[in-house]
């Protein structure tokens, strides 16, 4: 991080960035061939070293302009690829897992070229998942008269598209359907296959359904290159959940971190550490920049100097945890020594904590990753309902009360929507308050599997759940939640032979029919009474008449 | 004693160019690219550099066989040589030091202290 003699020539800069626009330019080329070299080579099957030492010879060169052009993301990949190639030669008995590995990579660099920003690593993708598309598709393969033929419709409700077939369609379907996940049942006369040997390039992610998985057929598995072993008996929403588990979930995202720092050096130095930590970073100098930073940049932790120029470290910080939103933000302070034995005091006060300058970058990381992990989680805790993972009341509250403020400033559609699980009591009066939380579970399952990222979803009582549909009319919200409703009431919750199925009832109040975040609740609300009067398992749209009356009524 | 004179040899253009902006620019050095091992050898004798930076995995002719062949030239064998690696684990650095290298840059190097990182290096073989 030294320097360099007589400071940056300015020239330099702008013949740096000329050079870097070029070779950026060349990058679609580059990766270009690398799949296509990659895609001959895979058909092989067997790949031997004298054949893929070309294709490891561009992996490196690529690793190492990448890095040196500041393309990190790009680099890191290449590197995990080239390692990927090493271990290759170390154990060809591992090919086919190896081969499923080098995929992901290869489709990972095809994303992270295609995104505008190929410098930073984003969006938490790691070479083990991809982005969910809107409905993903899979295919399950069993027997024709296979008594799990009643899994498909069962997955179908949590979000998903399946594709049922037969062992002796399962070539065709791949080609046809190109599914993003395989679900195999495994039984004596047909063993899963490994993913790089299937009929699609680049391989789907394999799970295998097994009578009785041990730990050698998850060996044999992983070996093949197959995600999971999953039993045959499993739940059908913990199974949905390790299907979600291929693509990127939201605690899969890069820690975020602000750093707050007036010395353009260090605050770069820092900024390209904790990057190379794939960390995702904003950088501020002034009180105005962090307050702009932090109206769309929600940090898990903030890095900040002590000395700055307007306020101190410690004025700023205080001055940041009076936003409700930010109290429980781990803050460190970065600073000499002398500095931190005499403000030890103030800085303890505030909860927070010091890191002695200069850093080391691996102490760095460590401990801004470490600060990070539990800045998230108290959040976790703070915002989200503990049993579903669902936002929890306030939040939800708080989230619909900013919605509504959006739809206001930009002449906007919103609808809320109150649901209530019918019967629920005696769900739990008959089955069991275990049983009572798994469907809780499911629901919350469901939803999610169903709705759009932008829409609010949250637990707002025992067995009530508020949604807010952004930029949503009221009949696009009707459709959806008629949908829901329906698809909802097939779900079987029981894990024995005797189904169990529970339905909701949903009250829909439409801004700017109801205009404040008070009356669309008190109107949604009103709604879902009407529903329940009017014989449950349906859904009603408030009207002026029922909030009134609501209201009278208490 | 002054470095002025710098040979590099590497065989990757996207490198060759940043390099040569960096020692260049922020430098201040006069820099010659050689895209091979053989190149190298036919250029080195006649340019009379200063110091030569070797990149050490090459097609053809790697860095430390083209060190080899340099020193057996009589007027090249005190010409100072670093290597350019991303292999920087210690049994390989002690082992390009062994056959003649002044030094080892780590790669991907960065084009902001690489001039420096060269000058450092050559200061403390010639003047240290």
Redesign the interface.
């Known amino acids: 991080?030294?320097?360099?003699?007589g400071g940056?020539?300015p020239?330099?800069e702008q013949?740096?960035r000329e050079?870097r626009d070029a070779?950026e330019k060349?990058l679609p080329e580059k990766t270009e061939r690398i799949k296509e070299m990659w895609m001959s080579l895979r058909t092989l099957q067997r790949l031997p070293p004298d054949l893929l030492y070309p294709f490891r010879?561009i992996v490196?060169?690529l690793?190492?302009?990448?890095?040196?052009?500041g393309f990190s993301a790009l680099?890191s990949i290449m590197q995990r690829l080239e390692h990927k190639l090493d271990q290759l030669k170390e154990f060809p008995e591992d090919t086919q897992r190896f081969i499923v590995d080098i995929d992901s990579l290869v489709r990972y660099m095809d994303s992270v070229i295609r995104s505008e920003d190929a410098k930073v690593e984003h969006d938490g993708l790691t070479e083990q998942k991809m982005p969910r598309p809107e409905t993903p598709k899979l295919l399950f393969v069993c027997e024709p008269g296979s008594p799990l033929r009643r899994l498909p419709e069962q997955i179908r409700h949590f979000g998903w598209d399946v594709l049922p077939c037969d062992y002796a369609q399962m070539d065709e379907r791949l080609d046809l359907y190109r599914p993003e996940v395989v679900l195999f049942h495994e039984t004596a006369e047909h063993a899963c296959p490994a993913p790089a040997s299937l009929n699609l390039n680049p391989a789907p992610v394999v799970f295998n359904l097994h009578p009785k998985p041990d730990l050698c057929s998850r060996a044999a598995a992983f070996r093949k290159g197959i995600r999971e072993v999953l039993p045959v008996q499993i739940d059908v929403a913990e199974l949905v959940d390790r299907l979600d588990g291929v693509f990127i979930q939201m605690a899969d995202a890069p820690y975020r971190v602000l750093i707050i720092d007036d010395d353009d050096d260090v605050a770069m130095y820092h900024r390209e550490v904790l990057e190379q930590a794939r960390m995702e970073i904003r950088l501020s100098k002034t009180a105005q920049e962090v307050q702009d930073t932090l109206a769309e940049f929600k940090p898990d932790v903030i890095l900040m100097d002590l000395h700055l120029l307007e306020f101190n470290g410690i004025e700023l910080s205080a001055a940041i945890r009076q936003d409700q939103s930010l109290k429980e933000v781990p803050i460190v302070f970065a600073s000499v020594a002398q500095d931190l034995t005499s403000h030890l005091g103030a800085i303890r006060a505030g909860g927070d904590d010091f890191l002695m300058k200069p850093i080391q970058p691996s102490f760095l990381v460590a401990s801004l990753e470490s600060r990070a992990r539990r800045g998230r989680e108290l959040r976790e805790l703070l915002h989200f309902d503990g049993l579903t993972g669902m936002l929890n009341h306030r939040t939800t509250e708080e989230l619909m009360q900013q919605a509504v403020a959006r739809a206001d400033r930009t002449d906007g559609e919103l609808v809320v929507v109150m649901i209530d699980l019918d019967h629920f009591k005696q769900v739990n009066d008959t089955y069991g308050h275990v049983t009572g939380d798994r469907v809780l579970v499911n629901f919350a399952r469901f939803l999610r599997g169903r709705m759009r990222k932008s829409d609010v979803i949250g637990r707002y009582g025992g067995e009530e759940f508020m949604l807010v549909l952004v930029d949503t009319n009221l009949a696009t919200a009707r459709a959806v939640i008629e949908s829901l409703r329906v698809s909802f009431a097939s779900v079987n919750h029981s894990n024995n032979d005797t189904p169990l199925n529970v339905t909701f009832s949903a009250g829909l109040a439409v801004y700017p029919t109801f205009t404040t975040p008070v009356e669309l609740t008190h109107a949604s609300d009103a709604a879902l009474y009407e529903a329940k009067h009017r014989g449950r398992n349906c859904s009603v749209v408030a009207t002026q008449d029922m909030l009134k009356s609501r209201l009278t009524d208490g | 004693m002054e470095l002025r004179k710098i040979v590099y040899v590497e065989d990757?253009p996207?490198?060759q160019?940043?390099a040569k902006?960096a020692l260049e620019?922020?430098g201040g050095f006069e820099v010659t690219i050689c895209s091979s091992g053989p190149e190298a050898l036919k250029a080195i004798p006649s340019l009379k550099p200063d110091m030569v930076l070797l990149d050490v995995?090459m097609?053809q002719m790697d860095g430390p066989t083209t060190l080899q062949e340099i020193r057996k030239i009589e007027s090249c064998a005190r010409i100072p040589v670093a290597f350019m690696t991303?292999k920087v684990q210690s049994a390989e650095i002690s082992e390009f030091l062994e056959i003649g290298a002044i030094g080892v840059i780590s790669?991907?190097?960065?084009?902001?202290?690489l001039?420096?990182q060269v000058r450092d290096l050559w200061e403390a073989k010639v003047n240290g």
């Not at chain 1, 991080?1 to 003699?5: Q, S």
Request: negative net charge; aromatic residues 8%; hydrophobic residues 40%.
């Open positions: 991080m030294a320097n360099p003699p940056m020539s020239s330099f013949k740096m050079l070779y060349t010879e490196h060169k690793a190492g302009s990448g890095a040196t052009y680099s | 990757e996207d490198i160019v940043i902006l620019t922020l995995m097609p991303a790669k991907p190097f960065d084009p902001m202290t001039a420096q």
